[in-house]
């Protein structure tokens, strides 16, 4: 009788694992309802996620608005400093409105001093407007940090509840283990979800950013060669 109870005891532990295998995966769970199932971690996650979107989408339109290329304004700054309207110069810079505009209208002011006076000048307002530019940025590398990480804390405090319910009943579950289990790990996978937005959205802003110095200094140059050519 006793080995009979044995045997049946495992084969209705079997039968409801499976049971409630079969309802979860007809149960119709909402993406929303399935990720706050994973507890207060995920809180904080949304609230990273929110400051990445946030953060990306203000400076890929701000750094967007700034790569607005005006061809017409290096070479109206060049005849008018040949020809000797600064005041000319000075209008077309300041109606730019933009980094290198910024940094022609700084170094037109400058004229008459030496040479690395100009330049030095030039390159200290392009340091603010790359400073500018790069508001924000350090944060999305943060938090493709610490999403991660949240979502592994998360994941972990959730097994620490399950094994400490798998002690207070005095026996395993199959099924309560897997299912807890399964929910903990929506945790991590938002984690690392968010993490790669994150590093991914960084380094797109980044690459824009390098795009543009690039070619904000490569104009600074020239127009500084410019100054520094005999009888300019």
Partial sequence: MSLQQDTIYPLDTLAGAAQQTVELANEKISLIGLLFKAGWIMVPLALLLFATLVIFIERYLTIKKASKYDPSLMSH????????????????????????????????????RPIKD??????????????????????????????????????????????????????????????????????????LTIGILAFAGYHVLNTMLERLILRIETHAIEFVDLLDEPGS
């Fill in 77 to 112: 700054v060049k005849q008018s400093v040949l020809s000797g309207r600064l005041d000319s110069a000075l209008s077309v810079c300041r109606a730019s409105n933009s980094p290198l505009g910024r940094m022609l209208e700084k170094g037109l002011l400058r004229i008459g």
């Fill in 118 to 191: 100009i330049e030095g000048a030039i390159e200290n307002i392009g340091k603010l407007e790359v400073a500018r530019l790069e508001k924000n940025l350090n944060l999305m590398s943060i938090i493709s940090t610490i999403a991660p990480m949240l979502g592994f804390v998360g994941t972990i405090f959730g097994v620490i509840i399950i094994f400490r319910d798998v002690e207070a009943a005095g026996g395993i579950d199959i099924a309560s283990v897997s299912g807890g289990l399964y929910v903990k790990m929506i945790a991590s996978a938002a984690g």
